[in-house]
């Protein structure tokens, strides 16, 4: 447990709305197992964390949130993508990939060399 | 935009908290649940499911806390928090709540109606397009001729600046007359204005309704232009915005012309303290002033020039570019025949003369002077009003913090800081404050409604409101938050200042305030003590002046039962002897009314600052050049100075024997007759005016009168020649005087009725008796007199209120001493007086505070008094006595109460 690591604000944003992209709507327990799964169990996801997130992107309109029933009869929250979050994941996973990119160039080992 | 749209969510978040909370728990349970639920089904049993689920999701209670803060604006939240609890206290202390609001409603509310009025009389810019680009423009020096009104140009004058000057993209004139209007059978007399072509071009204010003057359509042609244009206001009032009236016919002066437009709502003119209702090209002056034509006359100046600078000019610049073409055009005036025989050094100051500008983006008015002193005058004197208001509202809150110290002290005890107290006070204060200020603003539109009723100016009334707008509310929000620092920022340090261990252990000593508490409170009486002292010095002036102008003996006898009025029939279009023929028989009809016992007329109407001067030659008086030879003047007819009242000294009254087409008798005051006479007798002597080149005295002095006042009581008795109304040939506007025997009510409407006879259309305006005429020439000094005494009178109560306060506060702080010292003797009378010399030496600290200060004030007063000097030493006595009384009544209460303590209770106290 302890080698795991806490999700930093601002990637797991990307991480919600990217979940919410391949699993349709889904509640916050959901989208937590989810983001752990992926990760490989390498993360671990915060109530402290997930829900405002979640606010925050409801706020900022990329996500949209309803009331509804689980799998197992419970009722729960349901978040799914909105047409701005998709647009907004296109550009943050963009933007990601030219930082991992950039940073990557620097710490891979120089081919030209 | 999704930064926006999640502010807003934000900040609605700060509303409907509960609801959401229970959402959030809702949804957490939930998302617990299928936690536990999926660690069952992992075969885990249900208390270790439980377990895992609780630790690897966090912390419940802090992420509750995480969510709130990106629910809602923490910082909003917490001062939304402070504003609940500060309405909260101060629901719980209703009294002091209810007198802190009034103490600032009274002093913002006064403060805001002041400022109103000189927000709009001085400093509002005209709306009108760049009002900053606007330059009034005129010259010194003589002009060797006429002058009306204050800096005035001659019309030739105008036109060549307009022609020949670069510094301007457009100058343009006006001059300001009364006009005869009739529409229909109804006649009345406006307010008019005779303007350029291009006054509305060079404004930028264009036509509400159909079109404003411009200089192709209305400056052309010599009294070819019978346009009008209305002014909004009068359009409204007159013609119930009836957009039909494009294009009507009136009657103006009796000349048929045609309204062609409406000026924008909102714009009055080039003075704010006259509206004219409606514009007439200048052109048509001779038709609009009859008997004066002046368009072509250089040696009269009458016009005012106003100019719009160019893009790139300064006013120093345009200045610069403007003085050469002023001399040359001078050059070019003295080879005129007019000016041939007029001395050398008096043509040297002539051709010596400037050009003289001045910024006019708020316009210019004559009146504004006088008002502007008086204004920032009362200004002032409101400021320290509502000083002293805060002053009170500050010794309210200490005296309160005194009462608070166990609350702050537990407060500061379980950790909350100094700075969070400090800013939880301040927010009570802007509560006080915007609740005050708020009430305030309401008081402030009664209050101006009241103040209207002091200007003398009919047309003032039209152009100013009492309906606030937003720079006065910005005005009256500045005040509120102003004083809430002012009143609360000391009281708030104060009152954090608690010794902590003391107070928690119940100290009763220091509940009642600590020393310091009592210090502050003192020195903020001594203050307010001074601070009345300077208004009461300062209204005791004011109010002298008034009475001093009240009393000065105009010459009139009973005025009380003089009734003045006046016709203007020269504007109904009569001819010169009709004219003559017509103010005889009004004189001769109103004679035989009952209760009428004389009546008689004048060119010129008295106490109504009106003056016509000229110089005179004198036989037998030579004068050397620069010698002051100024006479006013005045056309009377006879009767009038038994009418009046007043007494000739010698020779006789102005009679039939008096006719013709040029003066040859005339009457000369006391004044007149001794500045050039001495104490030879006047009668037979000749005397002549210097209208022309080579005057001639021909005319002979018949009479000689006591003196009586002329314009107004502030400029006096003037030297004075009167001449017979039926020798003049400019028998224009003309003021009657009829002597009544008894209540002046019933015969108001017998006067206009006999006038109507004559005349069924013809107005009759200014009708009052002599008595309201002088007052209303006092109404600057009236307001600032009932003002500032109002205001002291104010100040000196709130100064009571808190030195009652404080000294309340002393009695029970030293209860304990004075049981003490009645139980070991102590008389009545000496503990009375024990409390009371401390009052009186407050009293006596403030007033030596407040001397110096009236005397360094004071200089900035003398312009505005009369009769009684800034530095008077009376009225500083006498204002010193009535806050001494006021101190007295105020110190007594508690004195009275201390010396009736009882000693045994006393000693038990605490």
Redesign the interface.
């Known amino acids: 447990m302890t080698d795991k690591m806490d999700v930093w604000q601002g990637t797991l944003a990307l991480m919600v709305l990217k979940t919410l992209e391949t699993m349709g709507p889904l509640h916050g327990y959901g989208i937590a197992r989810r983001i752990e799964q992926t990760s490989g169990n390498q993360l671990t996801v915060l109530y402290g964390t997930l829900y405002p997130t979640l606010l925050k992107l409801e706020q900022e309109g990329y996500v949209s949130a309803k009331w509804g029933i689980s799998d197992n009869n419970r009722r729960a929250k349901y978040y799914s993508l909105t047409r701005a979050g998709k647009k907004q994941l296109e550009s943050e996973a963009r933007r990601w990939e030219q930082k991992t990119a950039i940073i990557g160039r620097f710490l891979s080992p120089s081919e030209e060399a | 935009m999704?930064?926006i749209?999640?502010f807003l969510?934000?900040l609605s978040g700060l509303f409907d908290n509960q609801r959401k909370d229970h959402?959030?728990k809702?949804?957490?349970e939930?998302?617990l649940?299928?936690?536990i639920?999926?660690n069952v089904r992992s075969g885990m049993t249900p208390e270790q499911a439980r377990r895992d689920a609780l630790i690897?999701?966090?912390?419940?209670e802090?992420?509750k806390?995480?969510?709130r803060?990106?629910?809602s604006l923490p910082v909003l939240e917490t001062m939304m928090r402070d504003l609940r609890h500060a309405l909260r206290t101060l629901r719980r202390s209703p009294i002091f709540t209810v007198v802190a609001v009034l103490l600032l409603a009274l002093g913002i509310g006064a403060n805001t109606a002041i400022f109103t009025l000189l927000d709009q009389v001085l400093l509002r810019l005209l709306p009108v397009k760049n009002p900053e680009q606007l330059v009034m423009i005129w010259t010194t020096g003589p002009n060797l001729g006429g002058n009306i009104g204050s800096r005035a140009s001659s019309y030739p004058m105008y036109q060549d600046f307009q022609q020949r000057t670069q510094a301007f993209s457009h100058i343009f004139c006006r001059f300001y007359t009364p006009l005869s209007v009739s529409s229909g059978n109804e006649s009345e007399r406006v307010a008019g204005e005779l303007v350029s072509g291009n006054y509305f071009q060079a404004l930028g204010v264009g036509p509400a309704v159909g079109r404003v003057f411009s200089p192709e359509e209305d400056d052309r042609m010599y009294k070819g232009h019978p346009a009008v244009v209305l002014s909004h206001q009068y359009w409204v009032s007159r013609f119930g915005a009836d957009p039909g009236v494009i294009g009507k016919k009136i009657l103006v002066n009796s000349y048929p012309m045609v309204i062609v437009g409406v000026s924008a709502a909102g714009f009055s003119g080039m003075d704010p303290a006259r509206s004219p209702q409606i514009r007439v090209p200048i052109q048509m002056k001779p038709l609009m002033t009859p008997g004066s034509d002046q368009l072509g006359s250089r040696r009269n100046q009458w016009i005012q020039i106003f100019g719009r600078l160019k893009p790139g000019y300064t006013m120093a610049s345009a200045q610069a570019s403007l003085q050469p073409l002023l001399s040359e055009i001078l050059r070019a005036e003295v080879t005129e025949s007019s000016v041939q025989y007029v001395p050398k050094s008096v043509l040297d100051r002539f051709l010596a003369r400037k050009v003289r500008m001045e910024p006019a983006a708020n316009g210019y008015s004559d009146l504004r002077q006088s008002y502007s002193t008086a204004l920032v005058v009362l200004m002032s004197m409101v400021g320290l009003v509502l000083l002293i208001a805060c002053l009170n509202v500050a010794s309210l809150l200490i005296a309160r913090a005194a009462a608070r110290q166990k609350e702050i002290a537990v407060r500061l005890a379980i950790g909350a800081s100094r700075g969070q107290l400090i800013r939880q006070l301040l927010i009570e204060s802007a509560v006080l404050s915007v609740i005050g200020g708020a009430t305030g603003l309401f008081l402030s539109v009664a209050m101006i409604h009241g103040l209207f009723g002091f200007l003398p100016t009919k047309g003032m009334l039209l152009t100013l409101r009492a309906e606030p707008d937003w720079r006065i509310l910005a005005f009256n929000l500045g005040l509120v938050f102003l004083t809430a620092l002012l009143f609360g920022l000391a009281p708030a340090w104060q009152t954090v200042r608690v010794d902590l261990s003391s107070t928690l252990k119940g100290a009763e000593g220091a509940l009642a305030g600590g020393t310091g508490s009592a210090r502050l409170r003192k020195s903020l009486v001594t203050a307010q003590v001074a601070f009345s002292f300077l208004l009461l010095v300062g209204a005791g002036l004011f109010v002298k002046t008034l009475a001093n102008l009240k009393q000065t003996n105009p010459g009139f006898r009973d005025i009380d039962n003089l009734i003045t009025f006046q016709v203007d029939p020269a504007r109904s279009g009569y001819s010169l002897q009709r004219l003559k023929d017509f103010y005889k028989q009004v004189q001769e009809n109103i004679r035989s009314l009952p209760g009428v016992k004389s009546a008689g007329y004048a060119w010129i109407p008295v106490l109504s600052g009106r003056e016509a001067d000229w110089d005179v030659v004198v036989e037998g008086h030579p004068f050397k050049d620069g010698d002051d030879r100024q006479a006013f003047v005045n056309c009377l007819s006879s009767g009038y100075w038994q009418t009046m009242g007043l007494a000739l000294l010698d020779g006789r009254d102005f009679d039939g024997r008096d006719e013709g087409s040029r003066f040859h008798v005339a009457i000369v005051n006391r004044a007149f007759a001794e500045r050039f006479f001495g104490d030879k007798n006047p009668i037979a002597r000749r005397i002549g005016f210097d209208l022309g080149p080579g005057a001639i005295p021909d005319i002979e002095i018949v009479g000689v009168v006591e003196n009586s006042l002329n314009e107004g009581v502030r400029e006096g008795v003037r030297r004075q020649v009167f001449l017979p109304f039926a020798q003049s040939n400019f028998p224009y506007a003309s003021a009657f005087y009829v002597r009544t025997s008894a209540g002046s009510g019933p015969v108001y409407t017998a006067l206009r009725r006999k006038v109507q006879e004559l005349d069924p259309a013809l107005p009759v305006y200014e009708m009052k008796t002599l008595e309201n005429q002088l007052d209303e020439t006092l109404g600057t000094e009236r307001l600032t007199a009932t003002l500032s005494a109002a205001f002291g009178a104010l100040a000196t109560l709130l100064a009571a209120v808190g030195l009652y306060g404080v000294m309340a506060l002393v009695v029970v702080r030293r209860t304990r001493e004075i049981g003490l010292r009645m139980a070991l003797g102590a008389r009545q009378g000496a503990v009375l007086w024990m409390v009371l010399k401390e009052a009186l030496g407050l009293l006596g600290l403030g007033v030596a505070l407040g001397i110096p200060c009236a005397y360094l004030l004071s200089r900035y007063m003398s312009p505005q008094l009369f009769g009684v000097a800034p530095t008077d030493v009376w009225t500083a006595a006498v204002a010193a006595v009535i806050l001494a009384a006021a101190t007295a009544g105020a110190g007594v209460l508690p004195a009275r109460r201390a010396s009736t303590v009882d000693p045994i209770q006393a000693l038990r106290h605490e």
């Open positions: 999704s930064a749209r999640a969510c934000r959402e959030l809702e949804e957490i939930s998302h649940q299928m936690h639920e999926d690897r999701s966090g912390g419940l802090l992420a806390e995480a969510y803060d990106r629910r």
